[in-house]
């Protein structure tokens, strides 16, 4: 076998895995802000929002006659 071919393939192939690399530590991060921006959405206070929003007459009067 040709030695520079082997080399050329061999280069390319490097190539190949280190752009792959990248990407994939790309999609991790966008992975890992969409995650976190979940996560501090369903919080508490937000949930909490959300039901009253969606039933809002709910916990608005206590009836204290026994």
């Known amino acids: 076998m040709d030695v ?3 080399s050329m393939a061999l ?6 895995e280190q752009a792959s690399l990248s990407v ?14 979940l ?3 369903m919080g508490e206070d937000n949930v909490q929002a959300l039901q009253h929003a969606t039933q809002p007459h709910l916990g608005g009067n206590i009836d204290i006659k026994g």
């Open 4 to 6: 520079a071919l082997m």
């Open 11 to 16: 280069s390319q192939v490097q190539l190949q």
């Open 24 to 37: 994939m530590k790309i999609a991790m991060n966008q992975a890992e802000g969409s995650a976190l921006f």
């Open 39 to 41: 996560n501090k959405l």
